[in-house]
C-alpha cells in the first residue's frame, strides 16, 4: 500500500489546480487587464500565494515524505516522489521572516529600478541592490544548508535542477576561450554581405495572422492554446490550455514573428509534456534551461536555419505581398546578422552567450562573497571590453542595470539561457546522426521529424530524470559545448 | 472591542480575493478558452469551489457570528454581518450529501437536456426532472427550516433576499389583470405601422466599434472593464475589473447592440458599487431582480425611449452608413416591436412578463408540492393560451424544455426578471418625480442625470439594506407595478 505516496500525490494535484488559476489569472493580468484592475488582481494572486505556501509548508509533509520514501513504488512514482521532496525542500528552507524580508525588498529594489534605470542612477541602485544581495546571500546559505550544495548551487538548482557551478563553469570556460574569436570572425566574415531590409509598415492584424500561420507550420496545437498580445511576451497558462503572447510594432516585422517562433517552441513543449500524471511535478517541464533549449530549437535551430527561410518567405509574401527582402537567402541573412551590442535582450545568436557568461561570472562571485556590489561596475566594463569589445564604463542603464533579474533577487538563473542554447545545439546534433537528411527534411517541411525527436527525447520525459541524466538519454552524452560551437561556426562563417 | 466582527470581515475578504480568480476563470472559460483547456478547468475551479465552500462552512463561524452580534457596531457593520450570517445560512443549510446528490442530478439533467431539447423529448426529460424536482424540494425544505420562511420563499430568497412570494402573487397577480388586453391593443395598434428593417451584412468589426461607443456612451469606464465575445453575453469580472461580454450576427445589427447596452447596465451597476468596504457581502450589487433593474434601466427604459434612439441614429451612421432604417423614428419603431411568441428570451418588454408569470406559477406549484413534473405540460399549454394566445401543444422544446434553469435545478430565479422590469419603471418614474425634464435631457444627451440618480439610489446602497427597504428608499413607495403599467402603456399605445 503506497498510502502516504498516494496522500502526497492528492495534495500535488490540488496545488496544480490552484496553480492553473494562478496561471491563467497572471496571463490576464498581463494580456488582457484594464488599469483600474491591477490592485484587485495583486491581492487576489497575493492571497491564492499564501495559500499555496501553507500547502506546500503543511507540518504533515515531513512525515508523508520519509513514509513515502519508505513504500513499494514504481520507478515513475519514485521519480515523482523525488520532485516533490525537492519542491518541499525549496520551500521549506527559508524562514518566513527571510521569506517576507525578501520580497519587500525585492519589490523595493525593482521598484525604485524602474526609474533609476532610465536615469543612469547607479549611485541610488547600489543601496537597494545592496540589501536585495544580502538576502539572496541568506537565501542560498538555507538553501545550501538544506540541500548541502554550495552557496550558488544551491540557487541555481532551483531554476535547472541537478546542474552544478563547476559543470557551468566547465562548458561556458570552453565557450570563452572560442566566442571572441568567433563573433571577429563572423562580423568581418558579414561586412561584405549585401543585407536588403524589409520595407513596411507592417499592419499589426497581418502580423498577427502571419504568426498564426507559423505557429500552425510548427504544429502548435490551438484547440489546446492561444496566441495573445502582452508588453512582454511570454508562454504561460497550464499544458491543456497554453497562453502565448507576442507584441507587434508596425516598423517591425521580424521581432514580432521570431518572438512568436521562440514562445511557439517554449509552447508545444507544455503542450507536448505527458498526460499521464498530469499535475505532479514528474509531469512538469524539466528546468529553466531545458524550456529555453526547446525555444532556442525553434527559433535559432530550426527557425534560422537556411532552408527554414523557405518556408517562411511565401508565408511572409501572402501577408505582405512580395518585395526584395523577403528572398530566402536575403531572408536568412536577416534573421543570422551578427553585431556586438549593450543589451542582452536585443543580442543575436551569437554574441548572446557572452551577455550570460559575464553575468554568470559576477553573479556567482557576488552570491559566493567573493565581489560586492561596488565591485559590479569595474567587472561589468572589464567582461564587455573582454568579451565583446565593448566600452561601457558609466553606462550604467545599459551595463548592469539593464536587467531585472537582479534588483527583483533573482540570482541563479542567467546560465540557463545559454544552457538552453547549448542543448538545442546538442539535440539537433543527435538528430543529424540518428537522420542525416535532416537539413533535406527541413527544406521539404518534413518537420513532424523534428518536433517527433523533441517530443520523445525531451517532451515526453517531463522531469522523470534530473536535468544532466536527460541530457545524457537524449543525446547519448553529457552536455558538450563543441556542438554548439560546431552549430555557430557552420552557421555563421 | 469588534474582535469577532473583525475575524469575520477578514474571512470575508479572503474569500473575496479568491472569488475574484473563480470570476476571472470563469470568464476566460467563456471568453478566451479553447476547447481542450475545458476539463483541467472545471477541474480547477471545483478545487475553488471547495476551498469556498470550505471557508463558509468552517465550525468556527457560528460562535463568531453570535459573539459579533453582540459587539457594538455601526450601522453599516451591522448590516454587513446580516449579509455574512445570510451567506452564512445558506452555505450551511444544506447537508453534504444533498449538496453532493443534488450537483450530480442537476448536472445529469441538464448534460441530457442539451439533446434532449432539440429532440422534443419529454419523455426522456421527465424522468431526470422529477429527481431534480425531488431534490430542490429537500433543498427548499432544509432552507424553510434553517430561515423560518416556506419552502418556495426560501429559494426565492437566495436570489432576492427578502421578497416573498406573497408580494411576488401580488405584483404578477396585478399584471396578470391588464397585461393579456394590453398586449393584444399594443398590436392592434402596431399592424399599422410601417417599420423600415436594416439592410446587412454588418461586419463584426464595426458592430464592435458600435458596442464601445454606445458603452462610452453610456459612460461605462473602460480604465476599469472590458468587452469581448461570448456565446451567452453576461457580465463577469470584479466592480474592479468588469468583463462584460456579447456575441455578433452579421445579419442582426440590433441583437448585439441593444444585449451591449443591457450588459453595460449590469456592468455600470459592478463599477459603480462603493469602494469603501468593498470586498465585504455588505459592499455587493443587492440581489438579481436588482441587477435585472439596472441592465432594464439602460437597456429598456433608456435604449429604447424614443428620444434616445436620436442620440444612436448618428453612431449607426458613422459606424454603416446612412440608410433608412436608421431615422430615429423608425430606429425606435423596431426596437418597441411587440409580437406574442414561444420563447422567453426572444420576448419583447411587453410579452416577456407573461413568460415570467407562467414560470413562476408553475415552478412554485413544483416546489410547493402543488403540481407534479407530469402536471407541467398542461399548465404550460393553459398558461401560454391564456397570457399569449400561443397553441403549445406537443411542443416542449420551444414549451417547457426551452430554458436552461430548471433542468439545472435553479428554482425560484424566474421572478427576478420581471420583478427587474418593475423596479426599473419605478426608478424612472421617481426620476420623473424629482426631475420634470428627464425626458428633454435624455434627448439632450444629458445622460448623467439618470446615471446620478442610480449611482446614489441604487449602486451606492449595494446590499446595504434588503431589497424592500432598498425600493422604498429609492423610489419613496414599496414596490408598485402601476409605473410599469404606466411605462407601457406610454411607450407602446
Known sequence: MNTAYADLAARQLRSWRFIHLQSIAQWDQAANMPPAGNEARSLALAELDSLLHGMATDPALPALLAAAEAEPLDALQRANLR???????????????????????????????????????????????????????????????SSGLSRYDALLDLYEPGMRSSEVVRVFGALRTWLPGLIRDV??????????????????????????????????????????????????????????????????????????IHET?????????????????????????????????????????????????????????????FEPGNLHRLLTRVSPGL?????????????VILRFEIERALIEGEAEVDDVPALWDAGMQDLLGQDTRGNFKDGPMQDIHWPSGAFGYFPCYTLGAMYAAQWFAAMRRERPQLDADIAAGRLGVVFDWLSSHIWQSASRYETPELVQRASGEPLNPAHFEAHLRSRYL
Open 83 to 145: 520532485e516533490i521532496r525537492r519542491a518541499w525542500r525549496s520551500a521549506n528552507a527559508l524562514p518566513a521572516s527571510l521569506v517576507s524580508a525578501k520580497t519587500l525588498a525585492n519589490a523595493r529594489c525593482e521598484h525604485a529600478w524602474r526609474s533609476q534605470r532610465p536615469a543612469n542612477d547607479w549611485a541610488g541602485f547600489a543601496p537597494n541592490l545592496r540589501e536585495v544581495l544580502a538576502l539572496a546571500r541568506q537565501e542560498a546559505e538555507c538553501l545550501s544548508q
Open 265 to 325: 517552441g517554449h509552447g508545444r513543449y507544455e503542450q507536448g509534456l505527458p498526460r499521464e500524471l498530469l499535475g505532479q511535478p514528474v509531469a512538469r517541464a524539466r528546468s529553466m534551461g531545458l524550456h529555453e533549449s526547446q525555444s532556442l530549437s525553434f527559433e535559432m535551430q530550426l527557425g534560422s536555419h537556411p532552408a527554414f527561410a523557405g518556408l517562411l518567405a511565401p508565408l511572409l509574401v501572402k501577408h505582405f505581398g512580395a518585395q526584395p527582402a
Open 343 to 355: 543589451i542582452r535582450v536585443e543580442a543575436d545568436e551569437v554574441t548572446y552567450p557572452a551577455h
Open 187 to 260: 562580423v568581418a566574415h558579414q561586412a561584405a554581405e549585401t543585407v536588403v531590409q524589409p520595407v513596411g509598415p507592417f499592419a499589426v492584424d497581418a502580423q498577427k495572422a502571419l504568426g498564426r500561420d507559423v505557429m500552425q507550420l510548427l504544429g502548435f496545437n490551438f484547440e489546446a492554446g492561444r496566441l495573445d498580445v502582452s508588453t512582454h511576451p511570454f508562454c504561460g497558462g497550464v499544458p491543456e490550455d497554453v497562453r502565448m503572447t507576442t507584441r507587434y510594432r508596425e516598423g517591425d516585422l521580424l521581432q514580432a514573428l521570431m518572438g512568436t
